[in-house]
């Protein structure tokens, strides 16, 4: 008998436990329901200025790497893996000026912030992460951030246009790196850079 009320008092307390679960547990929401999560809601793009349409633009500019000198652009933080033929592990953190023309003293209209690490064991192969920060007229302030392999004996190296701020807010698109020259015993070298940007 007390075997029996004790099992029907045990079931009760599973059923009342799984009703407050489930009355608690929030059921999923429509996406154009009000009540969705506080931290993810539809917006209006016009409030973003993205209500326009989206163009395409073309920058060419020269990337100088200084490793040189007394005031250097590139600047190594970690040193490569001391067998490594490819300098696997070598992570070089760069300020490097970004001019119009192949000479530093062309005018300068950014700087390229960020680094650049040797991430392959076969080939010499850079993972570049950076961003184009533009100093020059009505881009002054805004960037284009780059994130990709650069397979640096290549002739031309394709990267991905990953995002940026300011006038190329939600930009994408793509670089393309060709070597200008490189000095093999300072290592200091120039790349010309072609970016294409789709960007409102």
């Not at 760069?94 to 062309?106: A, K």
């Amino acid at each position: 008998m007390h075997s029996q009320h004790f099992l029907t008092f045990f079931f009760f307390l599973i059923f009342l436990s799984s009703t407050t679960l489930t009355s608690s547990t929030p059921s999923p929401q429509n996406d154009n329901d009000d009540n969705t999560f506080d931290f993810a809601r539809p917006i209006d793009r016009k409030l973003l200025g993205i209500n326009k349409k989206e163009k395409l633009s073309h920058f060419k500019f020269y990337w100088h790497d200084i490793l040189s000198g007394k005031n250097p652009s590139s600047i190594m933080v970690v040193p490569p893996t001391s067998n490594s033929t490819t300098a696997f592990g070598l992570v070089n953190m760069i300020d490097n000026p970004l001019t119009l023309g192949p000479e530093l003293s062309s005018k300068l209209v950014g700087k390229a912030q960020g680094f650049y690490a040797s991430a392959s064991q076969v080939d010499l192969g850079f993972l570049m992460a950076m961003n184009f920060a533009f100093v020059e007229g009505k881009y002054n302030g805004s960037t284009i951030t780059i994130l990709g392999k650069n397979p640096a004996m290549h002739k031309v190296r394709e990267m991905p246009v990953v995002g940026g701020s300011g006038l190329f807010r939600f930009a994408r698109g793509y670089a393309q790196a060709h070597t200008h020259w490189i000095d093999l015993k300072s290592g200091d070298a120039c790349v010309e850079y072609n970016v294409y940007v789709f960007h409102y």
